[in-house]
């Protein structure tokens, strides 16, 4: 039997994690991305170099773009394997610069998409295509370090080089969830075969919903403030150390909230925020630099208590309770959301598999059908 959300707060969980769930990336979306990056390794390999993704693609927190140019970002990291002693900054940058060049010139399309520019960043080079861009991160073996994935990368604006671990920040962000990551592909496995079988940036735990609420209120938040609008990875880091293995949604992300003061540091005088699989690496520096990004970051941490108290204590019924919601993620994913509830809903009542609960507060006001019997929380697979 299909059992619906049996009280006012998991009805407010479920329509929170559906619309999350309408800003997944979509599969045509990821296999576009995808198909470029593969394209982009073979190719870059035959110099030697070793790429692979990092960020939200790797972890799973993509979440739908927002801002202005509508693109998603695909982070990649260029590895090459060359001593720190036998190069400079400047010159694995305009190598791995250069190499891009070439791509982009020789690209012949039959792949993927041909990259339209390459553009060069702080830390790293872009390649441009219609609706994604790849960050492409230079970066040599970190030899110093005990860990075999470690790398060194280039920064432009600082002498020395940057420390990072893109890899075992992957594995530390599952292991904060690592329960519910296991159940979550258990679920999965009936679409894929196996446990073994089934992506693992594909698995959406609540954690994981909980990064994509924060990443999309973030958005709407700063949309007409970009420069001043928190890094992925800091938010990423703060959530995952405030997770505490929450199923309700709204519990989660609540909680997650309140505990991020507890993961900021002050060390001789400086905000920090480490790397938890990179000693050194602090996702806060720039609140040194810029007071006002930390001022604003606790603006925006405030504003997603408040929204997500005040979804609690709505008492004027559905229709306010969506407008709400709305304000806070956009109109379009909840009006998806809503329709997806009752798709779900007339699929289970048709199969006479169905209980319903008194509330209504997922209904449409133009449909007196009930929330569907979906308890979600990040166990479906993407579209």
């Not at 309408?22 to 599969?27: C, H, R, S």
């Not at 190499?99 to 690209?107: A, I, S």
């Not at 606790?298 to 979804?311: I, P, Q, T």
Request: proline share 4%.
């Amino acid at each position: 039997m299909t059992i619906l959300a049996d009280s006012r707060e998991a009805q407010i969980s479920q329509l929170l994690g559906t619309t999350i769930e309408q800003l997944d990336i979509t599969d045509a979306a990821f296999s576009a991305a995808e198909s470029c990056y593969l394209d982009l390794g073979d190719h870059l390999s035959q110099a030697n170099a070793q790429v692979y993704v990092q960020g939200s693609f790797m972890l799973g927190t993509v979440v739908r773009p927002h801002h202005r140019n509508g693109e998603y970002d695909l982070d990649l990291v260029s590895q090459l394997d060359v001593a720190k002693t036998s190069t400079t900054q400047q010159e694995l940058k305009n190598r791995v610069g250069a190499l891009l060049d070439g791509y982009r010139e020789e690209h012949d399309g039959e792949a993927c998409e041909s990259p339209g520019e390459v553009s060069e960043g702080r830390r790293s080079w872009c390649l441009h295509y219609g609706n994604f861009h790849m960050d492409v991160l230079p970066a040599i073996p970190d030899a110093a370090s005990p860990s075999a994935t470690a790398i060194e990368l280039t920064d432009r604006n600082l002498r020395n080089w940057q420390k990072s671990n893109p890899l075992a920040y992957v594995e530390w962000f599952r292991t904060q969830c690592a329960k519910q990551f296991e159940e979550e592909r258990a679920i999965l496995a009936s679409s894929y075969g196996s446990v073994d079988a089934v992506p693992k940036h594909r698995v959406r735990t609540p954690l994981h919903r909980v990064v994509q609420i924060l990443k999309r209120h973030r958005d709407i938040y700063f949309a007409s403030d970009l420069d001043d609008r928190p890094p992925s990875s800091l938010i990423t880091t703060l959530a995952g150390q405030g997770y505490e293995g929450e199923t309700d949604l709204v519990d989660a992300t609540m909680s997650a909230v309140q505990r991020m003061p507890e993961h900021i540091e002050r060390r001789s005088g400086r905000y920090w925020v480490e790397n938890p699989a990179c000693g050194g690496e602090n996702f806060a520096d720039k609140w040194n630099e810029y007071e006002t990004r930390r001022l604003k970051f606790e603006g925006w941490r405030a504003a997603v208590e408040r929204d997500l108290n005040d979804f609690l204590l709505e008492t004027k019924g559905a229709v306010a309770l969506h407008q709400r919601m709305a304000k806070a993620f956009g109109n379009a994913p909840v009006e998806e959301a809503l329709k997806t509830l009752g798709a779900r809903t007339n699929v289970a009542r048709e199969n006479g598999n169905v209980h319903f609960t008194t509330g209504g507060l997922l209904t449409t006001a133009t449909t007196a059908t009930a929330v569907p019997a979906h308890r979600f929380f990040g166990g479906e697979t993407t579209r």
